[in-house]
């Protein structure tokens, strides 16, 4: 249990200190304890503490989606504010559905997500996503969802740094679905760049160009989820701006306040947004919306967040370290059984080899030791992620690293 945390520690309650090898849960970017955001919510909650999210707006929420849409990949400049990332996933999948059918195409309403895929835990997202466990614990699913084929392929790819060779191809399993269910009832593709929380998955080189592509040609959306990857992580504002590929809805959360308040935001182009906002002034283009879009509070932390990230240039700060965290995680490449070891930005993971009949338990005592000697990270079945606040330093690399590999050694 955490008792406490200050820049990239975290302290138990028995007072270890323990490194705090993943941002939070992807989301600390800045640091612990950042007294700049603190006091931002202070001054919020004195001055306006709730507005109504229906009908009425107030200022803040409209300078913060000025300071977004100034950061965001050119074209993405139109913000819906939620409060998780799962709420920006289902908000991105409505919007899909919403736009397909003032478009003047609603039959396109089929929505198709990746397999180990994440996109939360609503039933939009958890129908969308291709983890196992998260659908097999739900017996209702959203009709009309299927899948296109992960890209995990360790036969060609194992130890790539950076983006993995092999794989463009990939993304033609679309033309599978295009064949199976026609074009015309499919309203949305939705993948995250970088898949997180199923170790680390990157996309193999061309991939994400070839399902821009493809996506156009059938009139497809295409939805980033860049909840994990949005707001520095891999060196660039959002994976979008990485690999130069931009989607016609993208959601964020996580780093958008530093994690201090519970928030998220889906941004829209210009052709999604126009498309929907027809009607009269006085009607709902959109029936959707929650009590606490746009919270005063959240506002206020998420305008805290980017001043802290723009004076300490952290939004690209992780381009400089790439390379060295790169180096430092393939120094465990001959240990004891890791059978790979990927990285992109400041995102990394170590698979190891499954015992027999004990799928996952390598990898569970592995983070348990890690975090006994103070190193704290998630864990994905076999493969252990690692993607700290972008504040780290080469020293705080070196010591994960150190902690890891003795703790492989260890586990073998």
């Not at 993304?171 to 269910?181: G, I, K, M, S, T």
């Amino acid at each position: 249990m955490f008792a406490s945390a200050e820049g990239m520690h975290y302290t138990t309650v028995d007072g270890r200190k323990v490194i705090d090898g993943s941002a939070g849960l992807w989301c600390v970017n800045a640091g612990h304890g950042r007294r700049q955001i603190a006091a931002a919510v202070e001054r919020q909650l004195m001055s306006l503490d709730f507005a109504p999210s229906f009908q009425m707006g107030h200022p803040i929420a409209f300078d913060f989606a000025e300071r977004l849409a100034a950061i965001a990949p050119q074209g993405l400049d139109r913000v819906f504010f939620t409060n998780s990332g799962s709420e920006s996933a289902d908000t991105a999948l409505k919007i899909a559905l919403a736009y397909q059918r003032a478009a003047g195409q609603p039959t396109r309403t089929r929505l198709i997500g990746r397999e180990r895929g994440y996109h939360g835990v609503g039933f939009g997202g958890m129908s969308v996503g291709g983890i196992v466990n998260n659908r097999r614990a739900f017996a209702a699913h959203l009709p009309g969802v299927d899948h296109i084929v992960h890209t995990h392929d360790l036969a060609r790819n194992a130890f790539s740094k950076q983006l993995p060779p092999h794989g463009a191809e990939l993304a033609d399993d679309l033309e599978r679905l295009v064949a199976l269910h026609g074009a015309e009832t499919i309203a949305a593709v939705i993948v995250e760049p970088v898949a997180g929380s199923t170790g680390v998955l990157a996309p193999p080189q061309g991939y994400l160009q070839r399902l821009r592509q493809l996506c156009d040609k059938h009139g497809i959306l295409l939805i980033f989820d860049e909840v994990i990857t949005g707001f520095g992580r891999l060196g660039t504002p959002f994976a979008a701006n990485y690999f130069g590929v931009t989607p016609d809805l993208m959601t964020t959360a996580k780093g958008i306040t530093n994690g201090t308040v519970p928030m998220g935001a889906v941004f829209a182009s210009r052709k999604v947004h126009d498309g929907l906002m027809t009607g009269p002034e006085s009607q709902i283009e959109l029936f959707h919306g929650y009590t606490y879009s746009a919270h005063p509070v959240a506002c206020a932390a998420g305008l805290a967040t980017l001043d802290i990230y723009e004076d300490e240039g952290l939004l690209t700060r992780g381009a400089s370290l790439a390379g060295y965290w790169s180096d430092a995680f393939h120094q465990l490449k001959d240990l004891p059984n890791v059978i790979d070891i990927r990285t992109v930005g400041l995102m990394g993971a170590v698979e190891l080899s499954p015992r027999k009949d004990a799928p996952g338990a390598r990898g569970y005592e592995l983070m348990v030791d890690c975090f006994n000697r103070g190193l704290y990270f998630r864990q994905s079945g076999d493969a252990v992620a690692l993607s700290p606040p972008l504040i780290v330093e080469r020293s705080h690399i070196d010591e994960m690293v150190s902690i890891l590999g003795d703790a492989i050694k260890r586990v073998a």
